[in-house]
C-alpha cells in the first residue's frame, strides 16, 4: 500500500486513526501491529512470512544474548542472528546481482532463478539488527514482549521507505508515549507537506528527468543533459524527503518520534556535510554500527580513509545490485577522504569561498546521481560526457520545451526555492493568527491538489522502494 494512494488517505489511515482513538491505551500497540501487517500484505502478501521470520530470529537471538553471561558465547550468539539477518538480505537483493558477475567473469552459465526483492527489506533488515546490537552492546534492556518487537520493526509509517529507526531511539516510546492533540496537529501537516512535495514536485519533476534519460545521449544537447541530470536531483531529494515528512507526520499522530531524515542537504558546502544533511538514518547507522566498530577515526590516518572508503562502500551497495550504486558510493567516500586530506570540509570565508565551496558540492552530488540514475555505466558515462560536450551531438530531436512546460517550470522554481531553510523559518512560527490562518488555508489547498493528482493517476512508487 502506497502513503501516495487513495485507498491509504481516505480508508486505510482515517479507520486506524480512529480505531486507535477509540480503543483502550494497552491495546493500541496491537491495534498498530496489525494495521502495519495489513499494511504490508496489502501489496506482497507471499513476501510477509521473510519480515515475519526476521522479526521471530531478532527475538529468539536477543533473548538467548541477554541472558548468556560468556562474552564468547554472547558474540557468537550476535554472529548467527545478524549473519540469519544479512542472508535473507543477500538472497533476495543480491543473489542475481553475484549469479550475473561470476557468470561473466568466469564465462559460466550458472543457471538461477530470478529473484524478487521484498519490498522494504532493507529497511526493515537494518533495523532488527540495530534491535540485536543493541542488546548486545547493553545500551537497551531485551524486549520479553514479541508483539512490541513486531511493532518495532514493522510499523508501518516507516516500513517501506524508512527513515530507518535504530531501537535506542525507540525503545521507551514503545512502550509509553502519549498522544495529544497538537502532536496530531503537527502530524497531519507534516504529512500533507510530504504528500504535495511528492506528488506537486517529484513527480512532475520526475517524469522531466525520465523523458531526457530516456534519450539517446547523441539526441540531446548540454543544456538538456544538465536540466535532466538537475531535475532528478530535485525528484530525489523531494521524493525521499517526502516520504519521510509522511513518515515523521503518522508517527506524531500515533505519538511516536521520529528523528528527522533530511535536513536541507542541497545547502552544503562539502560532501561531509552533505552526508550530515542526507538520508541522516542511513549514514548515522553506518557510523554507528559500522565505521566505529572499524575503529572510526580512533586509528590511523590511513587506516580512517579506509574505513570510510568501506562504509561508502557499503552504502552504494545498500542502495542496489548494481556497479551503479557501488561506484557511486565509491564516488561520495573518495570525496569524503579528499576532505579529510586538505581539510576542505573545515574551510571558512566569506561569501565568495562559500558560493565556490557549495557548487562544488552541488557538482559532486549532482554528476554522482546520475551514476546513481543510469541503467548501467556505459550509459552513466555517455550521459556525463554529453554533459560536458565530450560527444558528437547528431540530431537534436527536440529542444527544452519539450521536456518543460509551463507546470514543469513552474515545479522547478519552487523546488529550487524550497530547497533552502528560510520559508519553512518563516512558517514554523506564525507571529499572528491572521498568518496561522494563511497557512492552514495553504496546507488545505496543497491536500486538495495532491489529493487531484493521486486520483488522476494510476500509480505513485516512491524512489527508494527499489532499495
Request: charge should be positive.
Amino acid at each position: 500500500m502506497l502513503f501516495s494512494s487513495m485507498t491509504f488517505v481516505f480508508v486505510f489511515l482515517p479507520i486506524v486513526c480512529m480505531t486507535c482513538l477509540l480503543a483502550r491505551k494497552d491495546l493500541q500497540n496491537h491495534i498498530l501491529l496489525i494495521a502495519s501487517i495489513i499494511f504490508y500484505a496489502w501489496g506482497e502478501p507471499r513476501y510477509l512470512a521473510i519480515m515475519l521470520m526476521t522479526i521471530l530470529i531478532n527475538y529468539i537471538g536477543a533473548n538467548y544474548i541477554s541472558r548468556s553471561k560468556n562474552k564468547g558465547h554472547r558474540k557468537a550468539l550476535l554472529a548467527a542472528t545478524v549473519l540469519l539477518d544479512l542472508s535473507f538480505l543477500f538472497y533476495f537483493k543480491y543473489f542475481n546481482f553475484f549469479i550475473e558477475n561470476f557468470n561473466e567473469l568466469f564465462a559460466a552459465k550458472v543457471d538461477f532463478i530470478k529473484v524478487i526483492m521484498p519490498i522494504g527489506i532493507s529497511f526493515y533488515t537494518f533495523q532488527a539488527m540495530s534491535y540485536v546490537i543493541d542488546v548486545y552492546r547493553d545500551e537497551v534492556k531485551v524486549q520479553r514482549d514479541i508483539y512490541k518487537l513486531a511493532l518495532y520493526i514493522c510499523l508501518f509509517p516507516q516500513l517501506i521507505a524508512g527513515p530507518i529507526v535504530k531501537y535506542h531511539d525507540i525503545d521507551e516510546q514503545i512502550n509509553n508515549r502519549t498522544v495529544t492533540f497538537d502532536k496530531v496537529c503537527y502530524g497531519v501537516k507534516r504529512f500533507i507537506i510530504g504528500l504535495s512535495k511528492k506528488m506537486l514536485i517529484a513527480n512532475t519533476l520526475g517524469a522531466v528527468a525520465d523523458k531526457i534519460f530516456a534519450e539517446p545521449a547523441v539526441h540531446i544537447d548540454i543544456l538538456t543533459a544538465w536540466v535532466g541530470a538537475v531535475a532528478y536531483s530535485l525528484q530525489l531529494l523531494y521524493d525521499f524527503s517526502g516520504y519521510s515528512d509522511m513518515a515523521i507526520g503518522l508517527g506524531a499522530i500515533f505519538g511516536f518520534k521520529f528523528l528527522e531524515n533530511f535536513n536541507y542537504p542541497y545547502i552544503s558546502k562539502s560532501i561531509t556535510e552533505f552526508w550530515r544533511r542526507w538520508h541522516i538514518s542511513l549514514s548515522t547507522w553506518f557510523k554507528e554500527y559500522l565505521y566505529i566498530p572499524l575503529g572510526g577515526n580512533r586509528v590511523s590516518k590511513a587506516r580512517n580513509y579506509f574505513n570510510l572508503l568501506v562504509v561508502f562502500l557499503a552504502t552504494g551497495f545498500w542502495h542496489g545490485a548494481s556497479w551503479n550504486f557501488i561506484i557511486w558510493g565509491l564516488w561520495h567516500g573518495t570525496f569524503i577522504v579528499f576532505e579529510k586530506l586538505t581539510g576542505w570540509h573545515k574551510k571558512e570565508g566569506g561569501w565568495f569561498i562559500s558560493s565556490i565551496r557549495h557548487i562544488y558540492c552541488m557538482l559532486v552530488v549532482v554528476l554522482g546521481l546520475v551514476i546513481f540514475r543510469s541503467e548501467n555505466m556505459p550509459l552513466a558515462i555517455e550521459y556525463l560526457k554529453n554533459m560536458f560536450g565530450q560527444i558528437p551531438v547528431h540530431t537534436v530531436i527536440s529542444d527544452l520545451s519539450y521536456y518543460m512546460g509551463n507546470i514543469e517550470i513552474l515545479a522547478f522554481t519552487v523546488a529550487i526555492l524550497c530547497i533552502t531553510p528560510i520559508f519553512a523559518r518563516i512558517l514554523e512560527t506564525p507571529k499572528s493568527k491572521i498568518l496561522h490562518a494563511g497557512l492552514n488555508i495553504w496546507l488545505m489547498a496543497l491536500f486538495f491538489l495532491s489529493a487531484m493528482q493521486i486520483a488522476a493517476s494510476t500509480y505513485n512508487p516512491f524512489i527508494y522502494f527499489r532499495f
